[in-house]
C-alpha cells in the first residue's frame, strides 16, 4: 500500500490537522540548500558545510555543519537563512530541529566556559535588518567525542498572520563550539502535540537490525512509517508533502506506548549497504508528519 493513500484515508477520519510550512533535511549535500541563504561579515570564515562522518564517529552526513574553526580565520559570525514563509493563516506556529553540539565549554554562556561562542536561531521580517533570538544553546556536556544532542520545540507563534517571516541559524565563535543541525521543521499547531515528535534510525547498517523510533507521539496512537529508496519527493499528502519518491513502501502498523514512543527492529538486507533510504512517518491521532530522514546503509 503506498503511504499516499494511507494518509488520505487516514485525513478523512483525523479532522483538521497540523499543517506544514517549511521542511529541510539537508539532505543535498548543498550548503547552503535551495531557498536557504548565509550571511557573514568574515570573509575568511568557512562558515556552515556540509557534514560527514566526522571524527566524532557518528555519522553526521546530511546534517548541516558549522566547525569551531581556527583563530587565524577571525571571529565567525553567520546566518544561515531559511526561505521567507507566509504564517498569514498559520496559528501557533512551532520550529523544531535536530541539534548535536560539540566542545559545549567553548560556549560563552557555559557555566566554566573557555571561549567566546553562541549559536542561537534567530528570527527577522525585515530581511535580515533586525533579528529576534528565540532559542539559545546551553548545552553544557563536553565529553569528546559524543556532542549533546537535542531536539527543541521553539514558539513561533509572535510572527501568526505574518508574511516574510524567516528564520536563521546563528553561528558565533572565535574558537569556539561544533554545532550540527538537521531535520528543521516549522508548522502550524505545534510541535506534533505536546511535544516535538521525533523520528530516528540507528543500527542502520547491511546485514545488521535497524530500530527505527518515533517519540513524542500520542500515547496508544497508531503511528505509521514508510520508506523510498528512489528519492526525496516532495510526495504530496493530506498533510503537505512527505520526503519520498514513488514507489513508497509502508511498514506494519505501530501503537505508541503510555510515553508516546513507536519502535520497530527489522532487519537490514546486506546487499542494502550503499543505498540511501529516504523514509518519514505520522502521528495518525494528530494526524502530524513526523521529520524526515535520509540516511546510507552502512
Same mark, same amino acid.
Not at 565563535?173 to 561544533?178: L, V
Not at 516549522?186 to 523510533?213: D, H, K, N, P
Not at 514513488?246 to 510515553?259: E, F, G, R, S
Given at each position: 500500500?503506498?503511504?499516499?493513500?494511507?494518509?488520505?484515508?487516514?485525513?478523512?477520519?483525523?479532522?483538521?490537522?497540523?499543517?506544514?510550512?517549511?521542511?529541510?533535511?539537508?539532505?543535498?549535500?548543498?550548503?547552503?540548500?535551495?531557498?536557504?541563504?548565509?550571511?557573514?561579515?568574515?570573509?575568511?570564515? =568557512?562558515?556552515?558545510?556540509?557534514?560527514?562522518? /566526522?571524527?566524532?564517529?557518528?555519522?553526521?552526513?546530511?546534517?548541516?555543519?558549522?566547525? /569551531?574553526?581556527?583563530?587565524?580565520?577571525?571571529?565567525?559570525?553567520?546566518?544561515?537563512?531559511?526561505?521567507?514563509?507566509?504564517?498569514?493563516?498559520?496559528?501557533?506556529?512551532?520550529?523544531?530541529?535536530?541539534?548535536?553540539?560539540?566542545?559545549?565549554?567553548?560556549?560563552?554562556?557555559?557555566?566554566?566556559? #573557555?571561549?567566546?561562542?553562541?549559536?542561537?536561531?534567530?528570527?527577522?521580517?525585515?530581511?535580515?535588518?533586525?533579528?529576534?533570538?528565540?532559542?539559545?544553546?546551553?548545552?553544557?556536556?563536553? =565529553?569528546?567525542?559524543?556532542?549533546?544532542?537535542?531536539?527543541?520545540?521553539?514558539?513561533?507563534?509572535?510572527? /501568526?498572520?505574518?508574511?516574510?517571516?524567516?528564520?536563521?541559524?546563528?553561528?558565533?565563535?572565535?574558537?569556539?563550539?561544533?554545532?550540527?543541525?538537521?531535520?528543521?521543521?516549522?508548522?502550524?499547531?505545534?510541535?506534533?502535540?505536546?511535544?516535538?515528535?521525533?523520528?530516528?534510525?540507528?543500527?542502520?547498517?547491511?546485514?545488521?537490525?535497524?530500530?527505527?523510533?518515533?517519540?513524542?507521539?500520542?500515547?496508544?496512537?497508531?503511528?505509521?512509517?514508510? #520508506?523510498?529508496?528512489?528519492? =526525496?519527493?516532495?510526495?504530496?499528502?493530506?498533510?503537505?508533502?512527505?520526503?519520498?519518491?514513488?514507489?513508497?513502501?509502508?511498514?506494519?502498523?505501530?501503537?505508541?506506548?503510555?510515553?508516546?514512543?513507536?519502535?520497530?527492529?527489522?532487519?537490514?538486507?546486506?546487499?542494502?549497504?550503499?543505498?540511501?533510504?529516504?523514509?518519514?512517518?505520522?502521528?495518525?491521532?494528530?494526524?502530524?508528519?513526523?521529520?524526515?530522514?535520509?540516511?546510507?546503509?552502512?
Amino acid at each position: 500500500m503506498k503511504l499516499v493513500l494511507s494518509l488520505t484515508a487516514v485525513a478523512l477520519l483525523a479532522g483538521s490537522a497540523s499543517a506544514q510550512i517549511l521542511s529541510e533535511d539537508f539532505s543535498s549535500g548543498i550548503m547552503p540548500p535551495a531557498g536557504w541563504t548565509y550571511s557573514s561579515p568574515n570573509p575568511t570564515e =568557512a562558515g556552515w558545510i556540509p557534514g560527514y562522518l /566526522d571524527h566524532t564517529g557518528i555519522d553526521h552526513t546530511g546534517w548541516a555543519w558549522h566547525e /569551531d574553526e581556527f583563530s587565524s580565520n577571525g571571529t565567525s559570525d553567520s546566518h544561515m537563512i531559511s526561505p521567507a514563509m507566509d504564517l498569514s493563516s498559520s496559528l501557533n506556529t512551532a520550529m523544531s530541529f535536530d541539534g548535536h553540539t560539540l566542545y559545549a565549554v567553548y560556549l560563552a554562556n557555559h557555566p566554566t566556559s #573557555y571561549g567566546d561562542g553562541v549559536s542561537t536561531v534567530e528570527v527577522t521580517t525585515d530581511g535580515g535588518v533586525t533579528w529576534t533570538i528565540v532559542w539559545t544553546d546551553t548545552s553544557t556536556l563536553n =565529553a569528546y567525542p559524543t556532542p549533546e544532542m537535542y531536539t527543541p520545540c521553539i514558539d513561533l507563534s509572535a510572527w /501568526d498572520g505574518m508574511t516574510g517571516v524567516q528564520v536563521a541559524f546563528h553561528f558565533y565563535g572565535t574558537y569556539a563550539q561544533e554545532w550540527w543541525v538537521d531535520n528543521v521543521l516549522v508548522e502550524s499547531g505545534g510541535c506534533g502535540g505536546s511535544g516535538s515528535l521525533t523520528y530516528a534510525i540507528t543500527g542502520l547498517v547491511g546485514g545488521g537490525s535497524a530500530t527505527l523510533a518515533v517519540t513524542n507521539a500520542t500515547p496508544g496512537g497508531g503511528v505509521l512509517l514508510a #520508506y523510498s529508496l528512489t528519492g =526525496a519527493g516532495p510526495t504530496n499528502t493530506p498533510f503537505g508533502p512527505v520526503d519520498m519518491s514513488a514507489p513508497i513502501t509502508q511498514l506494519p502498523m505501530l501503537t505508541a506506548n503510555a510515553a508516546g514512543t513507536a519502535s520497530l527492529t527489522t532487519g537490514v538486507p546486506a546487499r542494502a549497504s550503499g543505498f540511501t533510504v529516504y523514509t518519514q512517518g505520522a502521528d495518525l491521532s494528530s494526524a502530524t508528519l513526523t521529520n524526515s530522514l535520509a540516511e546510507v546503509v552502512l
